[in-house]
């Protein structure tokens, strides 16, 4: 037996608002509030929260590189992934700023050299791999201040809250 047209629309027009109702559900669902609860008006909403880095991993060449192809090394390159637990890929260093220290064979004392590169810095550096968000550096050392044996580098997020995350040293040699 048809169906009257006029109630043939009816149950379409019931269906698209059913289907707007569980699609508003779902993105309200998608949503968290970012911030504090403390007073009126200071939530957003947004799809994500800002990340929050609990460690740091640190990888170099395998070697001491020549940057400027006069006699002697120069620096070294490095990469830095940050983590945050519960996440499955490195993430954005969107605030603090990462600090890598130069020693002479071991990581203790007084650093020979020191270079820090703020969250803003790290937009430049940044670029997004397979394995997620990692930070290239190309660090050149003072030639005054440089290593003789095997140069310690150490690698540190420093948060805003002043938190210090450490990287596991490497060490480099710079004999053959």
Avoid: H
Avoid at 3 to 14: L, R
Avoid at 29 to 47: A, F, P, R
Avoid at 105 to 111: L, N, Q, R, T, Y
Wanted: charged share 25%; hydrophobic share 40%; proline share 6%.
């Amino acid at each position: 037996m048809p169906v009257p047209s006029n109630q043939a629309i009816f149950n379409w027009n019931f269906s698209k608002i059913l289907l707007f109702c569980f699609t508003a559900s779902q993105i309200v669902c998608g949503c968290v509030v970012v911030g504090e609860t403390k007073s009126k008006g200071d939530n957003k909403i947004g799809l994500f929260v800002g990340s929050k880095v609990d460690s740091i991993r640190l990888f170099t060449s395998p070697s001491l590189l020549n940057f400027d192809n006069q006699e002697g090394v120069d620096g070294f390159l490095a990469k830095i992934y940050a983590i945050q637990n519960g996440t499955p890929k490195p993430v954005e260093i969107k605030d603090g700023k990462i600090e890598f220290a130069l020693f002479e064979g071991v990581v203790e004392g007084e650093p020979l050299q020191v270079w820090r590169y703020e969250a803003i810095d790290l937009k430049t550096r940044m670029s997004n791999s397979r394995i997620g968000i990692v930070y290239d550096f190309q660090i050149s050392w003072d030639s005054k201040n440089k290593p003789r044996k095997k140069a310690a580098v150490l690698a540190r997020y420093i948060a805003p809250d002043g938190r210090e995350i450490r990287a596991l040293p490497v060490v480099l040699s710079l004999e053959p």
